[in-house]
């Protein structure tokens, strides 16, 4: 398996729900970033979680951190269909694996 | 006032060309990037330069050239084109190797 591996690679729920997209990596990080990219555009960065820190918050997300798993998780609450996207992981390797692809239905 | 910009958005070509791709950010970054994204969404790391010196260079065919006349533009040519490399190739910068990096729009490469 990859650094930065994303699971489920899919995701269907409905306006209104939590989403929650999982990530693990092999080796030690400094940092573990999410991103997410919408379908034929770049990457847009969402938040960074340092190797110190257990969990962050911004907005409607929410990422933990549990270095001794090497994984993290990104939670994304009360879904909009504006948040149909990929969702990548990456932990200081440059590595991104294939995402998770959330499809949130109005 | 777009931070990382490429040209062109779209590229088809034959076959055995050569092509190059541009890449431009202008938020003053040190550290720049190419991504190889193919048909199943994995996206791959190619290249990485700071300061305009060579730092990463995953294992790509030497068909792929990259070339960074300053740190605020990175090019990928790419030569005897396969249909294999059909993706699409996204710039990305960075301030430092382990910061938030900022993508470009991506350029989506169809060989023919």
């Known amino acids: 398996s990859q650094q930065g591996e994303e699971d489920p690679q899919a995701l269907s729920i409905q306006e209104g729900e939590n989403a929650t997209m999982n990530c693990s990596y092999k080796t030690s990080i400094n940092n573990l970033q999410w991103y997410r990219q919408n379908s034929g555009r770049g990457l847009v960065h969402l938040i960074l979680?340092?190797?110190?820190?257990r969990e962050k918050h911004s907005g409607r997300l929410r990422v933990t951190l549990d270095t001794s798993k090497k994984s993290s998780s990104l939670l994304i609450t009360a879904s909009r269909a504006a948040d149909t996207a990929s969702y990548f992981c990456e932990g200081d390797k440059l590595i991104f694996g294939t995402g998770t692809r959330l499809q949130v239905f109005p | 006032d777009t931070a990382v910009s490429q040209t062109p958005k779209y590229l088809v070509t034959q076959m055995g060309n050569d092509k190059s791709i541009k890449c431009e950010q202008n938020?003053?970054?040190?550290?720049m990037y190419w991504y190889k994204q193919d048909s199943k969404k994995f996206l791959k790391i190619m290249f990485s330069?700071?300061?305009?010196?060579?730092?990463i260079n995953e294992t790509v065919p030497n068909r792929f050239s990259p070339k960074s006349p300053d740190k605020a533009h990175l090019n990928l040519h790419i030569n005897s084109l396969e249909l294999g490399d059909s993706a699409v190739y996204f710039c990305a910068s960075s301030q430092d190797r382990l910061d938030t990096q900022y993508f470009g729009p991506g350029t989506r490469l169809t060989v023919l």
């Open positions: 330069y700071n300061n305009k010196e060579l730092i």
């Open positions: 979680i340092r190797s110190n820190e």
């Open positions: 938020l003053g970054h040190d550290t």
